[in-house]
Structures are given as structure tokens and as C-alpha cells.
Nanobody, 124 residues
Framework: VQLEESGGGLVQAGGSLRLSCAAS????????VAWFRQAPGKEREFVAG????????FYADSMKGRFTISRDNARNTVYLQMISLKPEDTAVYYC??????????????????WGQGTQVTISS
């Protein structure tokens, strides 16, 4: 499956963005999907994840309550709604997919399909 992220941009602190991860070449409902981010000079970190049928979601502690992951399998798309954005949320955001049900954890996506990323910049 190929993934393409969109929806990034420049917003002020306190603002919101919704990122999209559109899939092609495969049926996204067969895949668990996660969002990761990488800030300049930092390692890539897990942001949020969702199981293939959307029954379960997972978040990094610092994102709980501010970020919401969801999916529309009919549209072959996964979303990341972000509110109350902070300058430290500035990063390139990537979506990744792995075939199958369940949730082995964020590290499981190392061998998955990845998009090219979308830049999110939060100004103070």
C-alpha cells in the first residue's frame, strides 16, 4: 500500500490542524495505521495509532487529549485531528501502515509502509 499525507501547514500556537493519510494500491481497512513525527535534531516518535477496523486507538502520553486519530475505511483514509497545538509540536508528520489486526506496538511499523511526510509548523 502507498500512503500520502496532507494537511500540514503553519498555524499559531493554540490552533488546530487535521492531517490526512490517503492510501492507494491496497485496502486500508486491512491495515493498522499509526502517525509518527520527527522534529529537527530529534528522533522519530510515535504519536497515535489505530487498529485496522478502528476499534482501538493508542496515543503517546503527551498527545492524549489534544490529538485524535480516526479512520474512514470507505475513503481509504486515516486522519489525525490536532488541537491546542504548541510550538513543540512542530515536526514532519508521517503515517505508516502494517497489514493485519491487533496492535503489537509502535515499533511494529518499522517494517511497514510509510508516506513522505507533511510539515507542521507551530508559531509562538
Amino acid at each position: 500500500v502507498q500512503l500520502e499525507e496532507s494537511g500540514g501547514g503553519l498555524v499559531q500556537a493554540g490552533g488546530s490542524l487535521r492531517l490526512s493519510c490517503a492510501a492507494s494500491g491496497g485496502t486500508l481497512s486491512n491495515y493498522r495505521v499509526a502517525w509518527f513525527r520527527q522534529a529537527p535534531g530529534k528522533e522519530r516518535e510515535f504519536v497515535a495509532g489505530i487498529t485496522s477496523m478502528g476499534g482501538s486507538t493508542f496515543y503517546a502520553d503527551s498527545m492524549k487529549g489534544r490529538f485524535t486519530i480516526s479512520r474512514d475505511n470507505a475513503r481509504n483514509t486515516v486522519y489525525l485531528q490536532m488541537i491546542s497545538l504548541k510550538p513543540e509540536d512542530t515536526a514532519v508528520y508521517y503515517c505508516a501502515a502494517r497489514y493485519g489486526p491487533g496492535w503489537p506496538g509502535g515499533s511494529d511499523f518499522a517494517n511497514g509502509s510509510w508516506g513522505q511526510g507533511t510539515q507542521v509548523t507551530i508559531s509562538s
